[in-house]
């Protein structure tokens, strides 16, 4: 973790609020992180198809792309816990409802497709939120410790939820959904118990200028649009956590705990990354140590692709989810620090958009290649175009290659 000012590593959790921020979040994404472990392998159990797996993430996606001009505005506007707590209720009712489709074994692509659809729609509301309301719960000289804290919950989740996913799944689809409903509920009740933050709402009339301030923001800061733009391609390319229950299954000959090893793996290199920079911290170059991350994510993406050898593959994914993490360290720390309250939520707006369409739309690239070269070929390709990304983006972009310190900029 990174030290406040004060030197304090703990310096977030003196503010009560932001412990149960803290707490609710890591509850959420646990929960959904069985979640997808939990609906990717009864899919691909059920169907044996690898397009179906890429849809998973194109129908969860689109609904922050559709909406992505409201859902910042709304974040910027109306009290952003309220929003957050809310669509955790309604995570926790999209999970019930897959859980109710697998005890009355109605689990069938149509139907959890139009569950996902809602899960979609919940994230894309939930994300800017969430995003936006962690620097209203602690002062400003707390929020870079604030961030550091806010990565590595993220991070916990993604090591923990895959591997308890796979374990719970093992014993029935029915468990693992009925605990990612539980986790839902607590989740929601932490983020309630919050008192309403102080929050610099805008005071901008409805307009198209007010609507679109998330993008004039980004394109006139070219260092932050450079940094979530290298990650969207470099993710969208790189991404193979949707062909992994045919890694798992067909080439490494794994179960369900070890399809929740490999969705491990990832945040495990995250997490080690993140104790590294709390001892090392990035207090130079850190563009350069960006692009050398997205590099080393796209040659650790090439190292899974080609790999029969479980304990290799599982190298390869914790290489690749502890270069992502001083990525998303670095364009994390910028977009909080570099952006005005009042216009946080429509710049996350537009962030989310970029992690949403590297994440669930790289799982449609992905699945889509998949099913037409084969699951290796898609792996593979998909690295060999990430490490192109990390040439052309450091190319593109030298103010951002430039990056010395994580400051905020002068004004």
Known sequence: MSFSPTGDRFAAFRHSSYTRFFLARFLLSFSQQIVSVAVGWQMYDQTGKAIYLGLIGLVQFLPSLLLMLVTGSVADRYNRRAIAALCSLVSALCTLALLIMTVMGTFTPLPVFAVLLIFGIERAFMSPAVQSLAPNLVPEQDLSNAIAWNSSSWQLAAITGPVIGGLLYGVSAT?????????SILGAALLYMIPKPEQKTTGEAKSWAMILGGFSFIRAEKVVLGAISLDLFAVLLGGATA???????????LGPWGLGLLRAAPGLGAIVMAIFLAAYPLKHRAGIYMFIGVALFGLGTIVFGISTNTEVSIAALALMGAADMVSVYVRESLIALWTPDQLRGRVNAVNMVFVGASNELGEFRAGTMASIFGAVPAVVIGG????AVAAIWASSFP????IDTLDAPST
């Open 175 to 183: 468990t693992a959904y009925t605990v990612a409903v539980v986790f």
């Open 243 to 253: 062909l992994m229950p045919i890694f798992a299954r067909d080439i490494l000959t």
């Open 384 to 387: 060999i175009g990430t490490l």
């Open 399 to 402: 103010k951002l290659r430039r």
